[in-house]
């Protein structure tokens, strides 16, 4: 951060004399950004990919009504019986467009397009959850500093020491024993877990992020100058600092959401995801590992999750770009 | 400097004692509160087939009915001096470090583990020395000819490392080089380093470079970034003005800056996967201290899941330790801090 990022304050630029009133216009901090994003052919790329991978999400059944078959549909038909692998290799053909399963036959191209919401869902409210408690934690131990720091610093140096996947893994196995008790079943509840147990382990990673730029905006000059004109905590908190850590938190959300994406895929493939027949992009990777004699099988779901996470790599490496310029690649 | 390092060691024990709370709590005090009784935990020891009876005396045996401090005293207690275990059908002795004792291999899980390790040790270490070497090289390399082919291939290649997950890239790899070209081992090969160097290495090799590549492609990026924020300072500038050569300012200056970071990261890095690579472990089929987790996992294995999450927060604090005291042994003004 250079400088205050604050989209809601009119930049008014004098026009120099010689020109006719108007032909020039300031510019907000919040449009420089956004030109300089514009002009990141990369970075928009991936952000297509993005909107485009949300859209499949979002239209899956859609999709696979007119291009695909019910994830979960066997297909015995398209197995040869003595290998148990697709007729003619792969199967791919108009009618399965990514080809089918071994075994039993099940269309590929559907269960990569369900894999897709289940990934996104996680990956995207997992991510929300820890942009929520690391801000507050960040903020909070940014601001107050004193014990409050000490406290909530210390707890993130924990977590982060944490191995990570280990406890989610076991988390995961603990909680899901009590599936019967509780109000929620099947791969619901599962959903709310993974988001759950991602989003609570990741936050110290926003949390130290948000905490160093609270703890350096504090002490900047127009703070100092809210503070002289009478501005008590609460305003400076909301109304200088906060507007301020937009710029970070979106950067390191779009950060984050891939990093997720692979965690949910990495328990899916251990087998403490969400349980079969559900189509997860781990889950098939999984089962393509026994069928290595079928590569189109592992290719299909291994490239969903490789563009995924690319794509919103290349986006967020281009926010980042264009919203903190002093990082320039 | 010895304050400093007594600091550190006595934080790194905090540390672990915060963590082994965190493990005994998940594991007896959150399903506690989601209603499961004493008998509950016990019937994990003795399968579903146990009458009601024999039940209710080994949960008063391995005192599941104790107040939970009493029971995390307990455990402690074994894995600082040894436990006896009370089985029924005669005293199991654990003895120290005792990070419990499974009733399903019949085994002390410490042994278990230690079975599993130089596996784990083999894998990480000689990954890791793949990819700092390759990571570093190719970030510095990079950040010197900022903008060249060289640098925006590289970086497309780190991009792609990153976004690939290592069980992608392991399936893959063993299809192509294992089962098609047949000119490395098959997934499950592990021959101690002691009995033969040469097959160790082979059968390794595969493993090492899908790991070490992932780790690779982020390394590169991180220290591409260091470097060229360190080579814009104004000490290079001063460096070079009195005449240095410019290998001496790249390497002694330059570069000597940029690694504080990595070195960091490479703590917690190594330090988590010596506690159990399980991903890369179970896509080769390794057994090691990853798998070995997973497998207890999958089991529902109690004292082995508890003992192997100690055993990676260990050596994550233990690696941060020695992060530590190699910093304030390098930069003085961390033993000032």
């Given at each position: 951060m250079t400088a205050p990022l604050d989209p809601t304050a009119p930049a008014v630029v004098a026009a120099p004399s010689g020109l006719p009133a108007g032909t020039i216009q300031g510019r907000s901090l919040g449009q420089i950004a956004w030109m300089r994003l514009k002009?990141?052919?990369?970075?928009?790329?991936?952000?297509?990919?993005?909107?485009?991978?949300?859209?499949?999400?979002?239209?899956?059944?859609?999709?696979?009504?007119?291009?695909?078959?019910?994830?979960?549909?066997?297909?015995?038909?398209?197995?040869?019986?003595?290998?148990?692998?697709?007729?003619?290799?792969?199967?791919?053909?108009?009618?399965?467009?990514?080809?089918?399963?071994?075994?039993?036959?099940?269309?590929?191209?559907?269960?990569?397009?369900?894999?897709?919401?289940?990934?996104?869902?996680?990956?995207?409210?997992?991510?929300?959850?820890?942009?929520?408690?690391?801000?507050?934690?960040?903020?909070?131990?940014?601001?107050?500093?004193?014990?409050?720091?000490?406290?909530?610093?210390?707890?993130?140096?924990?977590?982060?020491?944490?191995?990570?996947?280990?406890?989610?893994?076991?988390?995961?196995?603990?909680?899901?024993?009590?599936?019967?008790?509780?109000?929620?079943?099947?791969?619901?509840?599962?959903?709310?877990?993974?988001?759950?147990?991602?989003?609570?382990?990741?936050?110290?990673?926003?949390?130290?992020?948000i905490r160093g730029q609270t703890l350096s905006l504090r002490e900047r000059e127009f703070v100092d100058a809210a503070r002289s004109l009478g501005a008590r905590g609460p305003y400076i908190l909301f109304r200088e600092i906060l507007p301020?850590?937009?710029?970070?938190?979106?950067?390191?959300?779009?950060?984050?959401?891939?990093?997720?994406?692979?965690?949910?895929?990495?328990?899916?493939?251990?087998?403490?995801?969400?349980?079969?027949p559900t189509a997860t992009w781990g889950g098939m990777l999984s089962d393509a590992v026994k069928y290595y004699t079928v590569p189109h099988f592992m290719f299909f779901p291994g490239m969903a999750i490789f563009i995924t996470v690319l794509a919103f790599n290349l986006f967020g490496d281009g926010l980042r770009d264009a919203l903190d310029p002093k990082s320039s690649r | 400097m010895v304050t400093y390092i007594i600091r550190r060691i006595i934080g790194a024990v905090l540390m672990l004692a915060v963590v082994s709370m965190v493990t005994f709590a998940i594991f007896f005090v959150v399903p506690r509160a989601a209603g499961a009784t004493a008998d509950d935990f016990a019937a994990r020891y003795v399968g579903k087939s146990a009458t009601e009876e024999t039940v209710g005396n080994l949960a008063d045996r391995l005192g599941f009915n104790d107040p939970v401090v009493v029971q995390y005293g307990r455990w402690v207690k074994g894995i600082v001096a040894g436990a006896e275990y009370d089985t029924g059908a005669g005293v199991e002795n654990c003895?120290?470090?005792?990070?419990?004792?499974?009733?399903?291999?019949?085994?002390?899980?410490?042994?278990?583990?230690?079975?599993?390790?130089?596996?784990?040790?083999s894998l990480a270490s000689g990954a890791a020395v793949i990819w700092v070497l390759a990571g570093v090289a190719t970030g510095v390399l990079s950040a010197l000819r900022k903008g060249s082919v060289f640098d925006?291939?590289?970086?497309?290649?780190?991009?792609?490392?990153?976004?690939?997950?290592?069980?992608?890239?392991?399936?893959?790899?063993?299809?192509?080089?294992?089962?098609?070209?047949?000119?490395?081992?098959?997934?499950?090969?592990?021959?101690?380093?002691t009995e033969n160097p040469a097959e160790w290495a082979y059968n390794m090799i595969l493993p090492w470079i899908t790991l070490a590549f992932l780790y690779a492609a982020g390394y590169a990026r991180l220290t591409r970034a260091g470097m060229l924020e360190t080579m814009g300072e104004d000490y290079i500038r001063t460096a070079r003005a009195k005449g240095l050569p410019e290998r001496t300012v790249i390497t002694k200056h330059g570069l000597r800056a940029a690694l504080t970071p990595i070195v960091t990261i490479f703590g917690l890095d190594f330090g988590l996967l010596l506690g159990g690579a399980v991903l890369t472990e179970s896509t080769f089929s390794l057994n090691g201290v990853g798998k070995f987790a997973?497998?207890?996992?999958?089991?529902?294995?109690?004292?082995?899941?508890?003992?192997?999450t100690m055993l990676t927060a260990f050596f994550v604090v233990a690696a941060n330790l020695i992060v530590d005291l190699l910093y304030a042994v390098v930069d003085p003004r961390v033993r000032l801090a």
């Open positions: 002009r990141d052919k990369v970075a928009m790329g991936g952000a297509v990919v993005v909107v485009l991978l949300i859209l499949i999400a979002i239209f899956a059944p859609v999709l696979v009504g007119w291009f695909g078959h019910p994830p979960n549909e066997f297909h015995q038909e398209m197995i040869d019986p003595s290998t148990m692998t697709p007729k003619g290799g792969t199967g791919i053909s108009g009618d399965f467009l990514f080809g089918v399963e071994p075994l039993n036959g099940r269309d590929i191209f559907s269960r990569v397009l369900y894999g897709a919401r289940i990934s996104l869902l996680i990956a995207f409210f997992a991510t929300l959850l820890s942009v929520v408690i690391g801000t507050v934690m960040g903020v909070v131990a940014g601001f107050f500093g004193g014990w409050v720091d000490t406290l909530i610093s210390r707890a993130m140096d924990a977590f982060l020491a944490f191995p990570l996947l280990v406890f989610s893994l076991a988390l995961i196995g603990v909680l899901a024993q009590f599936e019967t008790s509780l109000a929620v079943k099947g791969d619901t509840l599962r959903i709310l877990l993974l988001i759950f147990v991602i989003g609570f382990f990741n936050w110290p990673y926003i949390g130290r992020i301020n850590l937009i710029a970070p938190v979106l950067i390191y959300a779009t950060l984050l959401i891939p990093t997720n994406v692979l965690f949910e895929a990495a328990l899916s493939f251990l087998g403490v995801g969400i349980p079969a | 003895p120290a470090p005792c990070f419990g004792y499974s009733f399903i291999s019949h085994q002390p899980v410490w042994n278990d583990l230690l079975d599993r390790l130089p596996v784990t040790v925006r291939a590289a970086m497309g290649i780190a991009l792609a490392g990153v976004s690939l997950p290592v069980f992608f890239t392991g399936i893959v790899s063993l299809v192509i080089f294992s089962y098609g070209m047949g000119i490395t081992a098959p997934g499950g090969s592990f021959t101690p380093i997973i497998t207890a996992i999958l089991k529902n294995d109690l004292p082995q899941i508890m003992g192997v």
